[in-house]
C-alpha cells in the first residue's frame, strides 16, 4: 500500500510558512556543496543528516548544520519524523537503493543527478514516488537556475532568433585513486554521467528533444568513458557539438548561434553568471562591422550561493505547494535525457557493473 508523506506543517503565528525540513543522505563533497547552499535558503531548515559512520554524521553537522540531528545509518535518517525531504547524496550506483527507502518510509526526494545508472532503474524511481503519493526530483540545479530560465524564455519567444548551433563543453582533470567512483566502473564512473548530462542538458533545455545523437569516446583499460563527444540534430534542423572529459581542462563554456546573433554564457555553463548576446546586423558579415550593440541577460532574481539554492528552494515551494514533481526539472525531461545518456553509452561501449 502507499504510504502517505507527512501532513503540512502548522504555520507560524505570522502566517508564513514553516521552512521545509530537510535530512541529507550521504555526506561527501556535493553534500557539502549543497549545504552551504541551502543554509541561505530561508525556507529550507537543514534538521537531520545520514552517514554509514557515526563520525561522519557528527562531523558534516558539526560544520553545516550545528543542533540537526546526525544519525549513524541511513535508515535512522529516512525514518526520523522529522524529516520532510530527504536529500540523496550516494553515488549513481546507490541512488535507486537509497531513493527507495525515503520513498517507502513516506519522504520526498531530491536525488542527486543522475537519477540513476540507466533508463529503467530511472522509471522505477519515478513509479515508486508515484505509488507512495511523494514528490521527486532529480537534483539538476541547471534546469533551475535564474540566468538559463531567462534564456530559455527569451528563446521560447523567439526574441533571440532561431537557435542553429549549440556548442557546450564541461571537462576537468580527474586525479584520483582507482578505486574513486569517477573512476570505479562498479560506482557508475566516467565522464558521461558525472559532466555529459550538462551540456545534454543544456541541449535539451534550449533546443528540445534530439532527434538522432553520434558519439565516440576514448576509454580507460577499465572501460570507463574518459572524454566524450557527441553531435546531435534537434528539432527545426538545429545542431549541437556536446563534449566532456576528465583529462583535460576545458574551459566549461556555452554558446548558442541563432539566425539574429551569438549567445555566450559566461562563468562555467552550467551555472553561468550571466549571459550575453550579441546581435548582428541583417545583410552583414561575420566581422565587427555587422555587431549591433551586445547586452546581458540575467534572471528574474539574483543568483543565491553557487546556484544549487534555486533547485533546494524550488523543492520546497512544490513541496509545500502539495506538487508531487517540479514543472522546471519534470520526471519526463529526467526521462528522456537518461535515454539519452544511455544511447550515448551504448554507442560508445560502456557498460556498468551495477546494471
Not at 41 to 69: C, N, T, W
Not at 248 to 269: I, P
Request: aromatic fraction near 6%; proline fraction near 8%.
Amino acid at each position: 500500500m502507499p504510504t502517505s508523506a507527512q501532513p503540512p506543517p502548522p504555520t507560524p503565528s505570522d502566517g508564513s510558512p514553516e521552512p521545509v525540513r530537510w535530512g541529507f543522505l550521504a555526506t561527501g563533497k556535493i553534500a557539502r556543496s549543497v549545504a552551504a547552499d541551502l543554509a541561505l535558503v530561508p525556507s529550507s531548515r537543514l534538521v537531520a543528516v545520514g552517514a554509514r559512520r557515526q563520525e561522519s554524521a557528527d562531523a558534516f553537522v558539526a560544520e553545516h548544520a550545528p543542533g540537526a540531528r546526525a544519525h549513524g545509518s541511513y535508515a535512522d535518517l529516512v525514518t526520523d519524523p522529522d524529516v520532510e525531504v530527504v536529500y540523496v547524496a550516494s553515488p549513481h550506483a546507490l541512488h535507486l537503493e537509497h531513493a527507495r527507502m525515503a520513498i517507502e518510509a513516506g519522504k520526498h526526494v531530491l536525488c542527486e543527478k543522475p537519477l540513476t545508472l540507466d533508463l529503467p532503474t530511472a522509471t522505477e524511481m519515478v513509479r515508486l514516488a508515484r505509488e507512495h503519493d511523494v514528490f521527486l526530483m532529480e537534483a539538476m540545479w541547471t534546469a533551475c537556475h535564474p540566468v538559463v530560465l531567462e534564456v530559455r524564455r527569451r528563446l521560447l519567444a523567439r526574441e533571440l532568433g532561431t537557435p542553429r548551433q549549440l556548442r557546450a563543453e564541461l571537462g576537468f582533470v580527474v586525479a584520483a585513486d582507482p578505486d574513486d567512483r569517477l573512476l570505479d566502473p562498479a560506482l557508475g564512473a566516467g565522464a558521461l554521467l558525472d559532466m555529459g548530462i550538462y551540456p545534454l542538458t543544456l541541449a535539451h533545455l534550449l533546443l528540445g528533444e534530439p532527434e538522432h545523437l553520434v558519439a565516440t569516446a576514448a576509454l580507460s583499460d577499465r572501460g570507463v568513458d574518459l572524454d566524450v563527444a557527441i553531435a546531435g540534430r534537434y528539432p527545426g534542423g538545429a545542431l549541437a557539438t556536446l563534449s566532456a572529459s576528465m583529462t583535460s581542462w576545458s574551459d566549461r563554456s556555452a554558446a548558442l548561434a541563432t539566425d539574429r546573433g551569438r549567445l555566450e554564457l559566461h562563468g562555467q555553463f552550467h551555472h553561468p553568471e550571466k549571459a550575453v548576446f550579441r546581435p548582428f546586423r541583417a545583410g552583414s558579415t561575420n566581422d565587427a562591422s555587422g555587431y549591433d550593440e551586445p547586452f546581458e541577460i540575467h534572471g528574474s532574481e539574483p543568483v543565491v550561493g553557487r546556484g544549487y539554492a534555486h533547485e533546494v528552494a524550488e523543492v520546497d515551494r512544490c513541496v509545500r505547494a502539495g506538487l508531487r514533481e517540479s514543472p522546471l526539472v519534470p520526471h519526463a525531461q529526467t526521462l528522456a535525457i537518461m535515454a539519452q545518456l544511455d544511447d550515448v553509452r551504448r554507442q560508445v561501449g560502456v557498460t556498468y557493473d551495477a546494471t
